[in-house]
């Protein structure tokens, strides 16, 4: 009965071992994920900004070619405006010509005076808007060769980045079936409990002891437990974030209980 428990005992041990063996494996491929993924999403993400920059851009040079051409109707219609009233002009200074009473000569002086006035104003008006139009059509050239520019830059990073990110979709989906075939080996319970860490703690759900603390958190390891970690008798949790924790294996000194 004696060597028959010592056995269990053993065989108990080295069934812990080979489990924290393989969630070690799990966290390495979890890392590996992790680290493709992060690569891949900042490169989509690049793409992304530049998209919507473009998108932005574009957007901002229709509505600036959309008030260039309401400008441009308005000063259209403003110029109309002052060519009829310079033939007002015209026709009201042949027709002073012809008056011969004072009153009415008067009367028509202070009707031309006054387009006079009139045309000086819109011109100056018109003048003001053709100067503004000019700058805003340099505006808009220069906003036209930016976008031009913006496309050539989007074109040559999806060009640049499309076979790194078909390459890191490809490592991803191959460490993928790793996982799987790592976790078929593991109990659910041992899986959810590494899953629920994991996900609390940054993707990082077990990690090595390094002088006598956790290395995830550098919260000082209890002297027994410890023992426990080295020994690989109990699947033991850091006491402060809750990690997982193993025995490095490069470390040689066997803790000392207390």
Not at 238 to 258: D, H, K, T
Request: glycine share 4%; with cysteine; hydrophobic share 35%.
């Amino acid at each position: 009965m004696g060597p028959l428990c010592v056995k269990t005992h053993k065989d108990v041990g080295a069934r812990l071992r080979e489990t924290i063996s393989k969630l070690v494996t799990l966290q390495t491929i979890d890392d590996e994920v992790r680290g493709h993924q992060q690569e891949r999403d900042t490169l989509q993400e690049k793409l992304k900004r530049l998209e919507e920059l473009l998108q932005l851009m574009t957007l901002g040079l229709t509505e600036k070619e959309s008030k260039l051409s309401e400008a441009t109707r308005w000063y259209k219609d403003k110029d109309s405006e002052l060519k009829a009233d310079q033939e007002k002009v015209v026709k009201a200074k042949h027709k002073l010509q012809t008056v011969t009473k004072n009153k009415e000569y008067m009367a028509m002086q202070r009707e031309i005076e006054s387009l006079r006035k009139g045309n000086l104003a819109r011109e100056e008006e018109i003048l003001k808007l053709l100067e503004a139009a000019e700058e805003f059509k340099k505006s808009i050239a220069a906003e036209k060769a930016r976008i031009k520019e913006l496309r050539a830059e989007l074109k040559q990073e999806e060009d640049a980045n499309a076979d790194r990110i078909a390459k890191l979709e490809t490592s991803i989906s191959t460490i993928s079936s790793r996982k799987e075939s790592t976790l078929a080996e593991l109990s659910p319970g041992v899986v959810s409990r590494y899953n629920r860490i994991r996900k609390a703690r940054n993707g990082v759900a077990i990690i090595p002891t390094h002088n006598g603390a956790c290395s995830g958190c550098n919260f000082s390891v209890p002297p027994q437990q410890l023992v426990r970690v080295e020994t690989a008798k109990t699947l033991e949790s850091c006491r402060n974030c809750s990690r997982l924790m193993y025995w490095p294996p490069e470390a040689s000194e066997p803790v000392q209980p207390v």
